[in-house]
């Protein structure tokens, strides 16, 4: 998974989110020893009617991350019925169980024996207490990460993930969030990663689905410029003081809980 992530130059959580779609939909399996191997496909179909097939797909993995994080916005404590979501999503509810696993080691969802798979409900003094958790350990990466930060290799993929945050003419706001993990990546400190491995990819999900909002979307483009140029000029204090921003404020729509809940 390192290094897909690193090929791709994103973080581990759309890595995450991709391999579970595809072992969901049964192009991947998880062997005995933890790898990863395909499975070769039989299709009966002819090659141009497998073609048209492919087109109007979608991503059930998507689809239902979406559907979690809403219900745990609501802030009820709420069970999913496998049955009923597997139906929705044209899934076996052995391929759903997939997904709903690693969803469950991603924090976003519970299982309770004998009851079944529950979302974890959002409470915003849970947000604000990792966000004030996450600032002091990304300052801490920043400072560990600043020698290597000088190299020139270093500011080439700086230079890209900046590019990766862009805004389009027609307004389409593309987000790349990588300049988080390639921070900790360069810190090389086991501790600071196993906090994040721990305990930041529910919030990962939230804020990865936060960044639909077109309004926080240019917010954080911005902010990621606004870091990466001061990184780039190896202006350190400049930009902790600029990350520290993006930390604390780049959140307004979780911060707006009644514009989130379900309607209905």
Same mark, same amino acid.
């Given at each position: 998974m390192d290094g897909i992530s690193k090929h791709y130059g994103v973080s581990y959580t759309p890595v995450r989110q991709a391999l579970g779609g595809l072992i /969901?939909? *049964?192009l991947l399996r998880k062997k005995s020893n933890g790898r990863l191997e395909a499975i070769?496909?039989?299709h009966t179909k002819s090659p141009l009617e497998f073609v048209k097939s492919k087109t109007v797909v979608k991503d059930p993995s998507k689809a239902i991350?979406?559907?979690?994080?809403?219900?745990?916005?609501s802030g009820e404590p709420r069970f999913i019925r496998e049955e009923i979501t597997a139906q929705k999503h044209g899934l076996t509810r052995s391929s759903l169980r997939h997904i709903l696993q690693r969803l469950a /080691?991603? *924090?976003l969802l519970l299982h309770i024996p004998r009851r079944g798979w529950q979302v974890k409900p959002f409470r915003q003094e849970d947000l604000q207490a990792f966000i004030e958790v996450r600032e002091v350990m990304e300052l801490k990466a920043l400072d560990l990460a600043s020698e290597k930060l000088r190299i020139e290799e270093s500011k080439k993929r700086l230079k890209k993930i900046r590019e990766g945050n862009r805004l389009s003419s027609g307004g389409k706001v593309t987000i790349d969030n990588s300049l988080h993990q390639f921070l900790l990546s360069l810190a090389d400190n086991p501790y600071l990663n196993d906090f994040f491995e721990r305990h930041g990819k529910y919030f990962s999900i939230l804020f990865d689905w936060e960044g639909n909002?077109?309004?926080a979307g240019k917010e954080a483009i911005s902010q990621h410029h606004q870091i990466i140029d001061a990184l780039l000029e190896e202006n350190w204090e400049l930009a902790k003081k600029r990350l520290s921003i993006h930390l604390q404020t780049n959140h307004p729509v979780l911060s707006n809980m009644n514009d989130l809940q379900p309607k209905g």
């Open positions: /969901g939909g *049964g070769k496909q039989i991350t979406e559907e979690l994080v809403e219900l745990s916005l /080691g991603e *924090g909002d077109q309004k």
